[in-house]
T-cell receptor
Framework: DSGVTQTPKHLITATGQRVTLRCSPRSGDLSVYWYQQSLDQGLQFLIQYYNGEERAKGNILERFSAQQFPDLHSELNLSSLELGDSALYFC????????????FGEGSRLTVL | QQQVKQSPQSLIVQKGGIPIINCAYENTAFDYFPWYQQFPGKGPALLIAIRPDVSEKKEGRFTISFNKSAKQFSLHIMDSQPGDSATYFCAASKGSSGDKLTFGTGTRLAVRP
């Protein structure tokens, strides 16, 4: 158990809808990362927050947004969903902004029909 | 320049065999090369990592070999066991910050009893 909690584990929704994925980092970790894993694809970095502030942005679509709250949990919001957004979304945390080891949650599997 | 190419896509070995997974990179600025292991239904977990000042690093049955001039690194699993069956991702970054990690596409390893 990595200590990172993600909810929901599975989510099925329709195109055009909006969903929110939630992540609670390991106790004491200030940095949260979001990654997308599609079929036959590696892990694509989406966005990073550190202690409530956005620190880095990767290949995140404009339809997607995220935030980190004062209690350090984070939410990833996906809107105007398309079929191609179906993927596993992972949250990871680390102690500092630049840390060698990421601790991943078990992921949220999103299926867009 | 940011790509990390990983091969093979899948690998089947017998128990006791030595699977080898290879990765190649282009960006000579990369200086941190971790391997992550992912079991079905779980998030990736750091297995072993190397920096380019050494050519080999061993942790238990897992060894990373690093060839800086060829811009290649590989993972060897000695005396492989069925419990090693998982997907393995190589990654690379400049610095060890998670926002800069570029992951390979993964290798699905099956170790037959």
């Amino acid at each position: 158990d990595s200590g990172v909690t993600q909810t929901p584990k599975h989510l099925i929704t329709a195109t055009g809808q909006r969903v929110t994925l939630r992540c609670s980092p390991r106790s004491g970790d200030l940095s949260v990362y979001w990654y997308q894993q599609s079929l036959d694809q590696g892990l694509q970095f989406l966005i990073q927050y550190y202690n409530g502030e956005e620190r880095a942005k990767g290949n995140i679509l404009e339809r997607f947004s995220a935030q980190q709250f004062p209690d350090l949990h984070s939410e990833l919001n996906l809107s105007s969903l398309e079929l191609g957004d179906s993927a596993l979304y992972f949250c990871a945390s680390s102690v500092m902004a630049a840390a060698g080891e990421l601790f991943f949650g078990e992921g949220s599997r999103l299926t867009v029909l | 320049q940011q790509q990390v190419k990983q091969s093979p896509q899948s690998l089947i070995v017998q128990k006791g065999g030595i699977p080898i997974i290879n990765c190649a990179y282009e960006n000579t600025a990369f200086d941190y090369f971790p391997w992550y292991q992912q079991f079905p239904g779980k998030g990736p977990a750091l297995l072993i990592a190397i920096r380019p000042d050494v050519s080999e690093k061993k942790e238990g049955r897992f060894t990373i070999s690093f060839n800086k001039s060829a811009k290649q690194f590989s993972l060897h699993i000695m005396d492989s066991q069925p419990g090693d069956s998982a997907t393995y991702f190589c990654a690379a970054s400049k610095g060890s910050s998670g926002d800069k990690l570029t992951f390979g596409t993964g290798t699905r390893l099956a170790v037959r009893p």
